[in-house]
């Protein structure tokens, strides 16, 4: 129990003293410190007794520390030189009392360890996986705003600083608080005047702790900020070693790390200087503090007659006291690391959740004899979807017919060619009103089923990422079910907003979108998403088998259909060629395949989602012309009887859309199909003729 605890506390001038490798690292004080920490003591104390039985063992610890070190002065000073033993047995039983005390430390102390590791794991894993719910729960306008790596580093360095903390330095200041208090209330208790003595090297240690503790910490923070860029500027040029090469400028890099690296190892020697140096000065006040004590204590006993057992006594612990003082000192900055590191983790979990009321759902449906929609067994493969929408005071079911100007107008029921349509109550907007379902109607008791078509309008939509600058204005646009409508023109003319607009990943700010004649925002938002399939200009893999990858896009799916998926999209040939085919391993995002190739996988990920609606977001924009050709018969196999909303900069796979928009600055300054476009002779005729760029 005494080595342990030596070992753990150490005096001055040992490993762990003030300034050893337990104080490293500069930290962030948390901005509200008790609000985290009864916070953080919730993932700790689910159970209560677990925290009931560390605590006692804690006691039972620092106790037994301070009553071997009174015992053993006892034996040695009072027993032995006093000559109280008769027998060596009297000794003996003596010694096998001490090592019972210190066998009773001994198991306290292994106690608390063992029952703190588990309640640090337990919490710690907890508290990650409601950090990565929630992150899931998060919009996307949260991950524009914080970079990746930042929010990374809160499931490593912030939640492993916690762990840390959890498992040894909470136990470990309290123990070092408890033994300081301890062994203080035993001085004073044996001798009030050398206390006085030990007030002034207490005083001048805790003073070297404060200024060069501190200086050490500020320049750790910079070491850290250091070796930051340094890790930064190794990956940074590692990932471009082809462009420095291409360029020659491998000497620039050189010159540039070597600059990186001379200021790492500057604020290094620096931090480094300051905290070795603690631990030497500490030594030498705790030494001639003791030294004076000695003398001091000297004197009182030849001249007020102090026992010599309470002088021998008071020096031992006056040589201990500087060991709890250490240990807090190097645990106060690991627990305040912590402490925010937990901090940002709260932050991050008491973000706003995505905002969604909607109440409409998607259900797959099958026909039954008299053609009626029937929802479908639970994780069915269906091609037939529909809304289920329940009777809301939002908008009603209702009747319409076409007036001179093609526009709906409500009709009573049993009208010649009425149609079904949604009513919202708000008529007065020019984005609301009718709107026309595209599909059978089934009515139902409490609620509506209407079949999903992927019939798809924007109307009047205006959307800014941020207040004042608005990226569109009064945007409409209609797609019919099974239609191709594309968008093109220069980069950030709005044409993959519209499409995260459809997805509601953003909010618009005026207008409506409605899918099926419903408005998008009572749709729920995971039914809505379901109901959508994408291709992205930079398709994400994850690590896994080919075949896994494809799977993403519904994880029911068999093997037979991904397989299926991967021929619609032109990628089956390129798999098959692969050493394993379908089960060869996907790593590093997909870097053992070309970009042609992942972005065929993509393709496929989509084909096998089987949605009825399709967005292509530059779905062949990495892929080569050859490549191309092979491919277009399958993506119109993949567009067929789908509504689709196509982005595309190479012009020639937009042809054939049904409408085409040309948006630029937000606006949509042309639309309708190639030939109507070409004959206008305006924006689209100069991207298309070579007369202007998209850039």
Not at 30 to 40: E, Q
Not at 80 to 96: H, K, R
Not at 479 to 484: D, F, S
Request: glycine residues 10%.
């Amino acid at each position: 129990m005494a080595q342990q605890n030596q070992h753990n506390m150490p005096g001055p001038g040992g490993p762990g003293g003030p300034g050893g490798r337990g104080a490293r690292g500069g930290f962030q004080k948390p901005k509200n410190l008790g609000k985290t920490i009864v916070r953080l003591m919730g993932y700790l104390a689910q159970k209560k007794w677990p925290l009931l039985i560390v605590l006692v063992c804690l006691l039972g610890s620092v106790f037994t520390n301070i009553a071997g070190s009174s015992f053993i002065n006892l034996v040695i000073i009072n027993n032995i030189a006093g000559g109280v033993y008769t027998s060596p047995a009297d000794l003996l039983s003596d010694v096998l009392k001490l090592l019972g005390i210190y066998a009773v430390g001994w198991v306290c102390t292994y106690g608390q360890s063992g029952i703190m590791v588990q309640l640090a794991q337990r919490g710690t894993n907890r508290l990650r996986k409601e950090l990565f719910d929630h992150m899931q729960t998060l919009p996307l306008s949260y991950f524009d705003k914080h970079p990746h790596g930042e929010l990374m580093s809160r499931f490593t360095n912030d939640a492993d600083n916690v762990q840390l903390a959890l498992e040894q330095s909470v136990v470990s200041l309290f123990s070092s608080v408890l033994m300081f208090v301890g062994i203080v209330v035993v001085m004073l208790t044996v001798s009030p005047l050398l206390f006085l003595v030990s007030v002034f090297t207490l005083g001048a240690t805790f003073l070297v702790f404060k200024v060069f503790g501190g200086r050490s910490r500020r320049y750790y923070q910079k070491q850290q900020a250091d070796l930051g860029a340094v890790n930064g500027n190794i990956q940074e040029t590692i990932e471009g070693l082809k462009v420095v090469k291409a360029f020659t400028h491998e000497e620039a890099a050189k010159d540039l790390f070597a600059g990186l690296n001379e200021s790492y190892r500057a604020s290094a020697t620096a931090a480094n200087f300051y905290s070795t140096a603690i631990m030497p000065i500490a030594m030498n006040i705790m030494n001639v503090g003791y030294a004076l004590t000695a003398a001091f204590g000297g004197v009182l006993s030849i001249v007020m007659g102090l026992p010599l057992g309470s002088f021998t006594l008071y020096l031992n612990y006056c040589r201990q006291v500087g060991q709890p003082m250490n240990q807090i000192s190097q645990q106060i900055t690991t627990i305040l690391s912590a402490l925010a590191g937990a901090e940002r983790i709260f932050e991050c979990m008491d973000e706003k959740s995505e905002v969604d009321e909607g109440f409409v759902t998607l259900v797959p449906v099958v026909r039954d004899e008299q053609g009626r929609m029937v929802p479908a067994a639970q994780g069915a493969h269906v091609h037939d979807w529909a809304w289920k929408v329940p009777d809301n005071n939002r908008f009603v079911l209702t009747r319409a017919v076409k007036d001179e100007n093609d526009e709906l107008v409500e009709c009573p029921e049993g009208t010649e060619g009425a149609l079904w349509a949604w009513k919202y109550p708000n008529e007065g907007d020019p984005a609301y009103g009718l709107h026309r379902i595209r599909g059978d109607v089934q009515r139902e008791e409490g609620y509506t089923l209407t079949q999903l078509t992927g019939a798809v309008r924007l109307s009047h939509v205006d959307f800014s990422y941020v207040p004042d600058k608005q990226i569109l204005h009064d945007v409409t646009v209609f797609a019919n079910p099974g239609q191709k409508i594309a968008f093109v023109g220069s980069t950030g003319a709005g044409k993959t907003t519209i499409t995260n607009l459809v997805n509601r990943f953003y909010e618009i700010q005026d207008g409506v979108i409605t899918y099926g004649g419903i408005d998008v925002k009572a749709i729920k938002k995971d039914d809505l998403r379901r109901s959508l399939g994408a291709v992205l200009q930079d398709t994400h893999l994850f690590t896994g088998t080919v075949m896994d990858n494809i799977r993403y896009g519904r994880l029911e799916a068999s093997d037979d259909d991904c397989i299926e998926a991967a021929r619609i999209a032109g990628a089956d040939s390129f798999i098959r060629r692969l050493p394993q085919g379908y089960q060869t391993m996907v790593t590093g995002d997909g870097a053992n395949l070309s970009q042609g190739q992942r972005q065929l996988l993509g393709i496929a990920r989509a084909a096998v989602a089987d949605p009825p609606v399709m967005i292509l977001d530059e779905a062949t924009s990495s892929i080569d012309t050859r490549t191309e050709r092979i491919i277009q018969k399958g993506m119109d196999a993949l567009m067929e009887g789908r509504t689709v909303f196509v982005i595309a900069h190479r012009l020639s796979t937009v042809r054939n859309s049904n409408a085409i928009m040309v948006l630029e600055g937000g606006h949509i300054i042309e639309r309708g199909d190639h030939d109507d476009l070409i004959a206008q002779k305006g924006r689209y005729y100069q991207l298309y003729t070579g007369g202007a760029e998209l850039e």
